[in-house]
Nanobody, 118 residues
Framework: QVQLVESGGGLVQAGGSLRLSCAAS????????MGWHRQAPGKQRELVAV???????NYADSVKGRITISRDGAKNTVYLQMNSLKPEDTAVYYC????????????WGQGTQVTVSS
């Protein structure tokens, strides 16, 4: 199993930046896919960004050019750098991990709130 702990959320003005962190209790290079989803009030959870253990990345069209996913294997942490934030980015952001050896697939973190004021 793996535990995921997110941090870095908060309140920011439109146009500002935030960096979210997702600390994993296992070696992240042993995890096939890690990424971030978000869920706004009254909306379904949606994919924001994903990174594979090979380093490939993918982004939702709505965040391309503004948000970057990265990782630090030494810290077993995945990051989400969010720039040029918009009010529509307001949501709870959830880190997730998926690998064949996980009992719970995918495994989710507890979420961190991001609020962008206009």
């Amino acid at each position: 199993q793996v535990q995921l702990v997110e941090s870095g959320g908060g309140l920011v003005q439109a146009g500002g930046s935030l960096r979210l962190s997702c600390a994993a209790s296992a070696r992240i290079f042993s995890i096939n896919t890690m990424g971030w989803h978000r869920q706004a009030p009254g909306k379904q959870r949606e994919l924001v960004a994903v990174i594979t253990n090979g380093g490939s990345t993918n982004y939702a069209d709505s965040v391309k050019g503004r948000i970057t996913i990265s990782r630090d294997g030494a810290k077993n942490t995945v990051y989400l750098q969010m720039n040029s934030l918009k009010p529509e980015d307001t949501a709870v952001y959830y880190c997730y991990a998926d690998a064949p050896w996980l009992t719970l697939r995918p495994t989710w973190g507890q979420g961190t709130q991001v609020t962008v004021s206009s």
